[in-house]
């Protein structure tokens, strides 16, 4: 009897260590396989920009908050490039955001003044007692264009009183024209 627990015993002793062995060999093998390198490293392959991209330019003017979009006036300089040398050559630090979607990138650039439209806008203002047109973005920022022959003092009241108070704003040089037409009456 004491022979058979012996031989029990040894072959429960047989099998833990077949079962340890086993274990610490899938141990072992999972040890060496994170310790292995790839053979080459695979990066994507970016694309590059050519005939068909479509380059879109927005510029984004913050002292008025317009958004111009248009073409980009430079597609020629960035065939042949990958978005990231195209982030080098327009950089953050100079005012670019570079997005790229499929077939698209879109450069966006923050300009930290008004746009054209902004300058192209006309007032009547008062200048030595007489009607004048400045030209600029706002009345801050104008500058004078030409005084005219009508007297401040010839108006009526109520249009003297907008005059000074810079309600005779124009978006175009022919509606200021239309405007002065108008007042040609009090010379």
């Given amino acids: 009897m004491r022979h058979k627990g012996t031989i ?16 610490l060999s899938l141990g072992l093998s999972f040890y060496n396989l994170s310790e292995r390198k790839p053979i080459a490293e695979v990066q994507p392959v970016q694309s590059r920009v050519d005939s068909n991209t479509q380059v879109i330019y927005e510029r984004e003017y913050q002292r008025c ?12 300089e960035l ?12 950089s953050a630090e ?5 997005r790229s979607e499929g077939n698209t990138i879109t450069l966006r650039q923050t300009v930290n003044d008004w746009c ?3 300058y192209e806008k006309t007032r009547l203002k008062e200048y030595q007692g007489y009607l004048a ?55």
Wanted: glycine share 8%.
């Fill in 116 to 118: 054209p439209e902004e």
């Fill in 65 to 76: 908050g317009h958004v111009i979009i248009s073409e980009f006036p430079n597609t020629i």
């Fill in 94 to 98: 100079h005012g670019y955001v570079i």
């Fill in 8 to 23: 029990a015993l040894l072959v429960a002793a047989l099998l833990l260590g077949v079962g340890l062995g086993y274990l």
């Fill in 133 to 187: 047109v400045y030209k600029g973005p706002d009345k801050d920022h104008d500058e004078l264009i030409r005084v005219t022959s009508i007297k401040i003092e010839a108006l009526p009241d109520e249009i003297a009183a907008a005059v000074r108070q810079g309600q005779y704003e124009f978006e175009s040089e022919a509606s200021l024209n239309d405007a002065l037409e108008s007042l040609d009456e009090y010379m």
């Fill in 79 to 90: 065939i042949g490039k990958t978005v990231d040398e195209i982030k080098q050559l327009y």
